[in-house]
Structures are given as C-alpha cells and as structure tokens.
C-alpha cells in the first residue's frame, strides 16, 4: 500500500502565527483529502485536493502530484484550529484511503 | 442535509462478545467504507461496499465483516471481541466508487473491550 508520512507530529503554535503543514506520500494518488479530527473524534472535511491549490478563508492547500507531497497552510491560527489534521491518499480503482499518523496541532491564546 | 450518521457513539462490551455497529451514508451515496483508528494513528481501512457488495477489504480478521443494504446503510460486525478490538470505528461515504470521489466521515463509533 501507499505510505503517508506526515510532518510535523506535533506543532504548538501563539495564536495568530502561520504553519504549514506536510504530507508526502510513495506512490501515485488519484485522490488525496485534508481533514480535522475534533475532540470528539469526528473527521471534517478540509480539502479534497489530489491536485493544484484551493483557498477557503484561512486555510489553504497546495498538492503537487508529480512530487508525491501536499501542503496544508495555517494562517492567523486560532485556538479552535487546535486539533489533529490527518492526510489521507486514495489509489487504485475504490475509495480505499491511506492516512498518515497526523499532525498535532496545539495553539495556545 | 444529514452527514453520515453511526449508531452508536459509544459502545461497552466484554472480551468473547459481539458487537453491531451501524452507519448510514448521506443521501444518494451508494459507496460505504469503515474505517478503525486506534489511539494514536491514524485510521486503518477495514471494508468498503458499493451497490450492496464487498469492493475492497483490509488487513483485517475473519472476525470483522459488513454488509450493506437496499438503502446503501451498512452494519460492521466484530465477533469474539479482543481488548485491542477497541477503538474509534468510523463510517465514510462517497457518492459512487470511482477515483476522485470525495468522501465524507460521520462521528464514529468508540468502542471499548473490556
């Protein structure tokens, strides 16, 4: 299977700084997608991105396909972006995902 | 619209037992697929169903099976629960089964062995 790895594990940001956020992954991807994981378990959906850059308010993602890795970018971060964002890779002919372990992120007021 | 839906949120049960655990996809999905994520990691593939048929199947034991109904709804069974049996089990449903569908999780299953 598709190995994700993502960087950093863990990020403890000041309220309103910047973070990116990245994702490589082994093989060629045919769907790649963000998510948030809140406390409560559920995972929100951020991006679905397998390639090019798409911008929703704060957040952005960039996916570069012919290098295998994907970016996901924090701006002005606020305490409720705390959380773990998970990338996750689709291949092959279903929607089966790979995630990689996630990033942590904690951002302190 | 309702997101997926998994019935239920939480789930006590002892070592030797069974357990049902249930999603129900956004309307107009066809595809399911459930996921199990221990503390920790990230979440693993265990099934995926389209059109009431098994499409895709993890690294999983004999003892976890699915299935998926006329209404696209779909139940995750475990039998002869373990303690590392335990874990957040999670519902994903997509519109169809081919590449580049998004697919949308519902708040999961947190199951507990003891």
């Known amino acids: 299977g598709i190995q994700v790895e993502q960087s950093p594990p863990d990020l403890i940001l000041q309220e309103g700084a910047n973070s990116t956020l990245r994702c490589n992954f082994s093989?060629?991807?045919?769907?790649l997608q963000w998510f948030h994981q809140n406390p409560w378990g559920q995972l929100i959906n951020l991006f679905y991105?397998?390639?090019g850059t798409k911008q929703n308010g704060r957040l952005s993602a960039t996916t570069v396909a012919t290098e295998r890795y994907s970016l996901l970018y924090i701006s002005s971060s606020q305490t409720t972006d705390s959380g773990v964002y998970f990338c996750?890779?689709?291949?092959?002919?279903?929607?089966?995902?790979?995630f990689g372990s996630g990033t942590k992120l904690n951002v302190k007021p | 619209d309702a997101g997926v839906t998994q019935s239920p949120t939480h789930l006590i049960k002892t070592r030797g037992q069974q357990v049902t655990l249930r999603c129900s996809p956004i309307?107009?999905?066809?595809?399911v697929s459930w996921y199990q994520q221990v503390l920790g990691q990230g979440p693993q593939f265990i099934f995926q169903?389209?059109?009431?048929?098994?499409?895709g199947r993890g690294n999983f034991p004999d003892r976890f099976s699915a299935r998926q109904f006329p209404n696209y709804s779909s139940e995750l069974n475990v039998n002869a629960l373990l303690l590392g049996d335990s874990a957040l089990y999670l519902c994903?449903?997509?519109?169809?089964?081919?590449?580049?569908?998004?697919?949308?999780f519902g708040q999961g299953t947190r199951l507990t062995v003891v």
């Open positions: 994903a449903s997509s519109l169809a089964l081919v590449r580049n569908t998004e697919a949308f």
């Open positions: 093989d060629s991807v045919n769907n």
């Open positions: 991105i397998p390639s």
């Open positions: 996750a890779v689709g291949d092959g002919n279903f929607n089966k995902f790979y």
């Open positions: 309307s107009g999905h066809k595809s």
């Open positions: 169903y389209y059109e009431k048929e098994e499409r």
